[in-house]
């Protein structure tokens, strides 16, 4: 581990790393035998060969799993580790202590802090938002956002106020979702996971409820104005039947995108529409992990929206930005993902609102937990280890 206040850039590895080796990955062969896409490059969207090279530069390592990070306007990063800390790390790759004030986690299975944002305004307001799955009792947990103001010497967080806990609380540490993102109105979107049982992911489709959903709340608690209003639904819910979606990011035009862990096979990539269901876990490409359909095994039913695009196999989605930059022109619009089973970034090239290819680069060198885009154009990678890593990533010259 680096220790706190020593320059991470005395310990840089710079490489190159061809996106070539990564481009058989529509070789293998589906999960789920059978299945037929609603529409031409749903899956299996043809391969990018841009020969984009990446030199690879760690910036620090020594973190403990994780999970989310953000920009602050004097070029540093908050970063969360799973176990229960934020830190802040310069942009040379010192690393401070870990941030006090923040509440309790629960850090078990796919548990601890997770995602962290930081508004427009920071620098006059120096407010901090973040997610984590919270102890409830009894083995019950939960996901909850909290915000508090960052100190001006960046040590401690106060004010901490928790303005969302989702509802109801389960014995489950999986599928937390969290990942938040702010709308371009300033209300603020926050996904959830339906907690993976047989059990809760039924809730997925109960609007009663904060399980599989999109959310949209204000930054300081309550809904947001201007949801959907949906029969029977909690005023939070901005689209339901989602299963863990661990990335999201706002497109170009303002829109939320997200992607959602799918079962084996049948991860999605979605544009939540207000008030739309989008179907978990009564439609759903993919299979169970003991290899039987999910429910009756149908893909498509009216009333339920299909992705833009699906994965099978899955590359288990995490983090997502969209690229706007200078540094690397050709990627401009793309969506990059970070992919935990598939150890890569992922990028996908649009065209209108359907995926014109996929391609893939670092595969095979960990498991990618969040994607950013760094003020400079540089694109910022978290790799999910014991020894996780913030990775600066630009073009190889």
């Known amino acids: 581990m680096i220790a706190p206040g020593i320059c991470a850039a005395l310990l840089l590895t710079v490489w190159a790393a061809s996106p070539a080796r990564a481009q058989d990955f529509n070789a293998a062969a589906p999960n789920a035998a059978g299945q037929t896409p609603a529409f031409a490059n749903q899956t299996r969207a043809p391969v990018l060969s841009d020969g984009v090279q990446l030199n690879r530069e760690v910036i620090v390592d020594g973190l403990e799993h994780p999970w989310g990070m953000d920009q602050l306007p004097d070029g540093s990063w908050l970063v969360t580790e799973r176990p229960g800390r934020m830190r802040r790390i310069s942009p040379e790759g010192s690393m401070s202590d870990p941030i006090a004030g923040l509440p309790r986690v629960d850090a078990r299975g796919q548990g601890g802090l997770l995602d962290v944002l930081v508004g427009d305004d920071f620098a006059q307001t120096r407010r901090v938002w973040w997610s984590y799955a919270e102890p409830r009792g009894n083995g019950e947990t939960g996901t909850a956002v909290a915000t508090g103001l960052l100190s001006e010497d960046g040590s401690t967080l106060s004010g901490v106020e928790v303005i969302f806990q989702q509802q109801p609380s389960w014995p489950s540490t999986l599928h937390y979702g969290a990942r938040l993102v702010f709308d371009p109105r300033g209300a603020l979107f926050v996904t959830t996971g339906e907690r993976s049982r047989p059990r809760p992911r039924q809730l997925a489709q109960d609007v009663s409820t904060h399980l599989g959903k999109v959310l949209r709340i204000d930054p300081r608690g309550g809904a947001a104005d201007g949801n959907p209003e949906i029969a029977g639904g909690l005023p939070e819910i901005w689209s339901y039947g989602h299963r863990n979606i661990q990335s999201a990011a706002l497109g170009p035009r303002g829109a939320l995108w997200t992607v959602e862990h799918g ?21 759903t490409y993919g299979e169970g992990y003991n290899g039987r359909p999910i429910g009756a095994g149908l893909t498509a039913r009216d009333g339920m929206e299909q992705p833009i695009y699906y994965w099978d196999p899955v590359i288990a989605p995490s983090g997502m930005a969209f690229y706007s930059g200078a540094m690397f022109p050709g990627w401009e619009g793309s969506i990059l993902i970070g992919g935990l089973a598939g150890q890569a970034l992922v990028r996908l090239e649009l065209e209108g609102t359907r995926v014109r290819g996929e391609a893939r680069y670092l595969q095979g060198e960990g498991r990618v937990r969040d994607v950013d885009i760094a003020r400079d154009g540089a694109v910022m990678i978290l790799t999910d280890a014991s020894n996780g890593q913030l990775v600066r990533l630009t073009p190889a010259r």
């Open 263 to 283: 079962p084996r096979g049948g991860d999605e990539l979605n544009r939540p529409q207000p008030g739309l269901n989008y179907g978990w876990p009564i439609i």
